[in-house]
């Protein structure tokens, strides 16, 4: 079973070169963009069921023994998110099929999304740091096109700014490396858990600690490392933004998980007031920006940073408990943002903007559009039985449960100014008085909203399904050990 483990990177690969072979036959071209998407959400299905007992799938590329040469590695976890990545990014070139204009450079789009997908599913599956950065890096430079993908100055300016602020956090990724390596002599991921647990948390092993939070926060898009965020959901096509939102910035949330769970157990226990700090601020500033803006995409991203925020608080308590609630956060969140953003692209394809003023009356112009965003701001604001107030009451239950009351407290407030901007955010739009009529949509745009929407009502009414996953998942995380030995025996 463990030779599947390729898939997920040799596939997208393949076809990202193929594609942009083929880019002059659009049509052949998006068929066979479709159809790869669909091979690699059935490699997901397969990987997770075959690691949902609690094995663990390991996979050596080429004849290096342990702990040398690249390690292909899957557990629970890794599981979750390939389905997460599979499920996301199928529904936004679904998205993009009605979307795009023929002449909108659709040639290039599907090759540089199966290497941004190569890119995210690689830093899933690597059992390496030093590989964890090549993917990154093969997902970024994929990313810095998408960002500019019409070439208009807005577009271009984004790109720059995330380009550089990348390129610095890449640059202390290797600094990182290089502080670790030179400690203990290996980047394998179960080699490093044991040689750190053996160093323990001195000093010098606490600051490459910080330097590895550092840089995954800016991935992530963690306070105050959130800046590029904003502006790229606002002015990115659509289907790119939601990308980002509900894919992309979790590669940063799933790293900063592999190093409090397995690489850094010690050294973040001494970081944890400042993993915690990180977090509040991260919930406050998310919270507080939406309240002057009138685009929605530019709600929908700073509602975007403050939902990161509550998963990096849910990681922060470092407890099982915690970690429970932030997975079921990134899982119910993934599909949740990505629905609304594209839900936000279809009212901007209707009505030809994103200012709230100007697309105000979207209930009597398009209700079914409108429809589909209302499921989804009533999820952010923590209305039940959708999955975003479970999302909130099982974080905040692990953090009452840690003894963290202040800290939780205000992390419930934040809650309370989320449920006001989501529902003023909703009535401006859906009741306001704006002058832009309702156009068409493709209804390929409808079905992929509708898709990924109907996820926040699965995921709350299916929610002792998805929690019981998530104490799965999290009781195998932070379990060091099970993955130390797992990959020890396997080779």
Known sequence: MSAILPLPVVLPLLTGIGLFMIRHRQDLQERLSIASLAANLVGALV???AVSG?????????????PYGIILAADRLTGTMLILSSAVVGACVLFALGYLATNERRDVFHPLI????????GAFLTGDLFNLFVFFEVMLISTY????????????ETAFKYTCLNLIASAFFLVGIALLYAQVGTVNMA????KVRELGPRPLMVLTAFVFFFVFSMK???????????SAHAISPTHIGAILAGVLVKVGIYAIIRCATLIFVGPFERLQPIIMGVALATIVWGALGTLPQTSLKRILAYSTINQLGYIAFG????????MTAAVFYIVSHAFLKSSMLLGAGLNQKLTGT?????????MKKAPYASALLLVGFLSLAGIPPLNGFFSKLFLLQAGFIKGFYLTTGLALLMGVVSLYYNFTTYQRMAWGTGGAEAGEASPIMYSSVSFLAAFAVIFGLGVSWLYRWSELVSAQITQPDLYISAMRSAF
């Open 145 to 156: 096109a998408l960002m500019s993908f019409y070439y208009n100055l807005d577009q271009l």
């Open 220 to 230: 992530a898009a963690l306070f105050p490392m959130h800046l590029w965020l904003p």
């Open 354 to 362: 994103v200012n709230l003023d100007e697309m105000g009356g979207m």
């Open 191 to 194: 080699d490093l858990a044991l």
């Open 47 to 49: 990987i997770i069921r």
């Open 315 to 322: 990681i922060s308590l470092l407890s099982p408990l915690g």
């Open 114 to 121: 199966h290497f941004q997908l190569m890119g995210i599913q």
């Open 54 to 66: 609690g094995e663990m799938l390991f996979h050596r590329m080429g004849m290096w023994p342990f």
